[in-house]
C-alpha cells in the first residue's frame, strides 16, 4: 500500500529556499515514478517535476528549471524536492504523486497515488 505523506512546506521570502520530502509510509516507493505537482489558489493543479524510479531521468516544467532540484533515496523511501530562487507565483499547495509507469508523466490523472499536499508561501 503506497502511502505518502509530504512534509517542509512552509512561508519563505522571495529568494529563499525550501526542501519538500515525500515520503512513502508503504516503503513501495522505489519502484515508482513519482511527480510533484502544484496548485494554486483558482487555478488548475499543474505539473512542476519528476524523476524515474531509479533516478535516471528527471523533467521540469520550465518556469521552474535551474531552481528546483527533483532528487530521490530510495533506501529511505523519499522523494525531494529542492527550491531555490522562490519567487511570489511558486505560491502553492505542492503534492506528490507516484504511478508505476513514466509515460504521461506530467498528466494528473495518470498518477494512481497522492499524498495530502503542503503550503508553500513566497512572500514578495
Known amino acids: 500500500q503506497v502511502q505518502l505523506v509530504e512534509s517542509g512546506g512552509g512561508l519563505v521570502q522571495t529568494g529563499g529556499s525550501l526542501r519538500l520530502s515525500c515520503t512513502d509510509s508503504?516503503?513501495?516507493?522505489?519502484?515508482?515514478?513519482v511527480g510533484w505537482f502544484r496548485q494554486a489558489p483558482g487555478k488548475e493543479r499543474e505539473f512542476v517535476a519528476v524523476i524515474s524510479s531509479r533516478a535516471s531521468v528527471t523533467y521540469y516544467r520550465d518556469s521552474v528549471k535551474g531552481r528546483f532540484t527533483i532528487s530521490r533515496d530510495n533506501a529511505k523511501n523519499t522523494v525531494y524536492l529542492q527550491m531555490s530562487g522562490l519567487k511570489p507565483e511558486d505560491t502553492a499547495v505542492y503534492y506528490c504523486?507516484?504511478?508505476?509507469?513514466?509515460?504521461?508523466?506530467?498528466?494528473?490523472?495518470?498518477?494512481?497515488?497522492w499524498g495530502q499536499g503542503t503550503q508553500v508561501t513566497v512572500s514578495s
Open positions: 504523486a507516484a504511478k508505476g509507469t513514466f509515460g504521461a508523466y506530467g498528466s494528473v490523472p495518470s498518477y494512481q497515488y
Open positions: 508503504g516503503r513501495t516507493i522505489s519502484t515508482l515514478t
